[in-house]
């Protein structure tokens, strides 16, 4: 009788969950990261704007 020589089945089984498990990573990642509500560059302020300026203008100092 002729045997062949292949990977047992629970070998193969964690070859197939690993992967299966590294794909669920990458997809989890590339959607959280594309689809991302936060978008920090869209809330940054570079500093007091015109309303600031004028509120705490010094009066002395624009007389002249």
């Given at each position: 009788?002729?045997?062949?020589?292949s990977l047992p089945a629970p070998a193969a089984?964690?070859?197939?969950?690993?992967?299966?498990?590294?794909?669920?990573?990458f997809w989890r990642q590339?959607?959280?990261?594309a689809f991302n509500?936060?978008?920090p560059e869209l809330?940054?302020?570079?500093g007091p704007g015109p309303a600031w300026r004028a509120k705490h203008a010094n009066p002395l100092?624009?007389?002249s």
């Open positions: 009788m002729a045997t062949t020589t089984s964690r070859g197939l969950a690993r992967i299966a498990v590294e794909l669920r990573a590339f959607f959280t990261r509500p936060y978008r809330h940054y302020m570079r100092a624009r007389s």
